[in-house]
């Protein structure tokens, strides 16, 4: 999982290298698969469900899972969110990261930034004794406290030999389904922590294509994740380089 994650992170690394007007998403998604395959891994998500893609490429008032086209081109001042999944020797790591084409606005960076804090205090409380509502809570305090929401009913999960295992991880308690998650955390748990973070209403929609979801109202949001293994100190984050 550790090759695995760092396979994700370089993938990630050259996706914000590569979001620049002019490219295409279906640019990206292009270059994410050729390297995925020559760190000899296969994309996770390619045929996931019948997902035609490596990548999920989401811009402006997407928040997750856009499908890259070769018509969705970037422009200045575009925000995208890029989440690569890859699998290395039968294990998956998963990752995600929100980057403005150009110079982001003030409205855009601090949306950016305060995801990027709520991701970092679910980790931090990513703890051997801690239970999943502490995850959450930090989550959802961090963004909430900033005047944001969180997408509801979208949500990190646990991760291994498949990409999506239990347990779920909303981003909000009370997206839990009346379900306390009170789940114990233990040493060598695998998670994929991942805040969906918006600036208006949390309210999903999903287009005709059957995969990229919005945000009701339009606001813009942003995306970012990491997959971590529980140890007996501080999680290790296995997606970043």
Known sequence: M???????????????????????????????????????????FKGYHGFPASICASVNLEVVHGIPSKKCVLREGDLISVDVGAIYDGFHGDGAMTACVGKPTPEQQRLMDVTQQALAAGIAQARVGNRLWDIIRAIETT??????????????????????????????????????????????????????????????????????VVTADGTLS???EHTIAITDGEAEILTKL
């Open 2 to 44: 550790r090759r695995a994650g760092c396979i994700v992170a370089q993938v990630l690394a050259l996706m914000s290298k590569q979001v620049r007007p002019g490219v295409t998403t279906a640019d990206l998604d292009a270059a994410a698969e050729a390297l995925i395959r020559k760190l000899g891994a296969i994309p996770s």
């Open 143 to 212: 963004t909430r406290l900033a005047g944001y929401d969180v997408l509801h009913n979208y949500q990190g999960h646990g991760i291994g030999r498949e990409m999506h295992e239990d347990p779920d991880i909303p981003n909000s308690l009370s997206d839990s389904r009346g379900r306390p998650p009170n789940l114990l955390l233990r040493a060598g748990m695998t998670l994929a922590i991942e805040p969906m973070v918006v600036v208006g209403s949390g309210e999903p929609q999903v287009l005709n294509d059957g995969w990229t």
């Open 222 to 224: 942003a995306h970012f």
